[in-house]
T-cell receptor
Framework: GAGVSQSPSNKVTEKGKDVELRCDPI?????LYWYRQSLGQGLEFLIY????????KSGLPSDRFSAERTGGSVSTLTIQRTQQEDSAVYLC?????????????FGPGTRLTVL | GQNIDQPTEMTATEGAIVQINCTYQ??????LFWYQQHAGEAPTFLSY????GLEEKGRFSSFLSRSKGYSYLLLKELQMKDSASYLC??????????FGTGTRLTVIP
């Protein structure tokens, strides 16, 4: 596609429910990243994929968070038993990995609200 | 630990020049990025510095001093559309970007 797309754009859920967020990266981009941006905060790194594998999961805040990527393309971020502190904008980015300067292109984000 | 410091907010006048500073202390350094983020939108890439010195790109320039852990973004001939948050980010490893909290710039007439 022309750019990184994410769905849904907005998600409101009740505390304790599971949610699944989707990211479609730019075609041909092998690297994919998930970030979280809370109100008034910087972007917080969650996880990085190279192809379908995740060599860096260091940013996942708890075991309620998981992510997968299939076919070297689409990725889903799953949050189980959501808590109010999970409310944030979840941003996905993709890049052509393998070079020192691999500019990350961001999607529009999914705004998650946990009631 | 990792730390990036930027001013929280800045205000400047249309047509003027503004400099947004960023200082960092990180466990690794593979380059520094500046991103622009308009309210409610995704961040978009502005610049990348990995060597010391000034990189100029149109109205925007970015400077890096690795020995001082310091960068700045310089915006010239400010326009109203430049009102946005400007995010400083350090590439700490092969791929990971560590972001600062951003500087919210307001351009006034």
């Amino acid at each position: 596609g022309a750019g990184v797309s994410q769905s849904p754009s907005n998600k409101v859920t009740e505390k304790g429910k599971d949610v699944e967020l989707r990211c479609d990266p730019i075609s041909g981009h092998t690297a994919l990243y998930w970030y979280r941006q809370s109100l008034g905060q910087g972007l917080e790194f969650l996880i990085y994929f190279q192809g379908n594998s995740a060599p860096d999961k260091s940013g996942l805040p708890s075991d309620r968070f998981s992510a997968e990527r299939t076919g070297g393309s689409v990725s889903t971020l799953t949050i189980q038993r959501t808590q109010q502190e999970d409310s944030a904008v979840y941003l996905c980015a993709s890049s052509l990995a393998g070079t020192l300067y691999n500019e990350q292109f961001f999607g529009p984000g999914t705004r998650l609200t946990v009631l | 630990g990792q730390n990036i410091d930027q001013p929280t907010e800045m205000t400047a006048t249309e047509g003027a020049i503004v400099q947004i500073n960023c200082t960092y202390q990180t466990s690794g350094f593979n380059g520094l990025f500046w991103y622009q983020q308009h309210a409610g939108e995704a961040p978009t890439f502005l610049s990348y510095n990995v060597l010391d010195g000034l990189e100029e790109k149109g109205r925007f320039s970015s400077f890096l001093s690795r020995s001082k852990g310091y960068s700045y973004l310089l915006l010239k001939e400010l326009q109203m559309k430049d009102s946005a948050s400007y995010l400083c980010a350090v590439k700490t490893g092969a791929n990971n970007l560590f972001f600062g909290t951003g500087t919210r710039l307001t351009v006034i007439p």
